[in-house]
C-alpha cells in the first residue's frame, strides 16, 4: 500500500489515510472488491496508531467507499459511474483551488494563470 504520511501536513493523519485511499479508488489503483489492509496492519506499515487508520476506515465506510465484513476484513465497494465522475471533480476542483491559491500567493496574475492552464491542456499529457 503505497501511503504517505507528512507530519508537517495540517490534515489530521487520519485525513491523509483517508484521502489517499479515495484517490487510489477513484484512480482504479484499488479496484472494487479488492481487501484493504487490516487495521492493525496498515497502521504498523505507516507507523501510526491504530485508532488513525480505524478512523479513517470508519469514514470511508460511512461514505460509501468500502464494505466492512466482520471477521474477514475491509473491501472496496463498487461505485456508481456518476458518483465516481461526482468525486473525480470534487478532488479536481479542490487541487485547481490549492494551485489557484499557490498562485496568488506567489503574486501571479490570473491572466498568467489562465495563461498556462490553458497551455497545459492544448499540449495535453505528453506521458500517456
Known sequence: MWIHLNEEDSRPLYVQVKEQLIRDILNGSLHPGAELPSIRGLAKEL?????????????LEQDGYIYTRPGKGSFVKQQPDEEL??????????????????????HLSDEVMSTIFSQWLEKGDKKQ
Open 85 to 106: 465522475q461526482k468525486q473525480k471533480i470534487i478532488m479536481f476542483r479542490k487541487k485547481a483551488e490549492e494551485l489557484i491559491q499557490f498562485g496568488r500567493q506567489q
Open 47 to 59: 507507523r501510526t496508531s491504530v485508532i488513525t487508520v480505524k478512523r479513517a476506515y470508519q469514514d
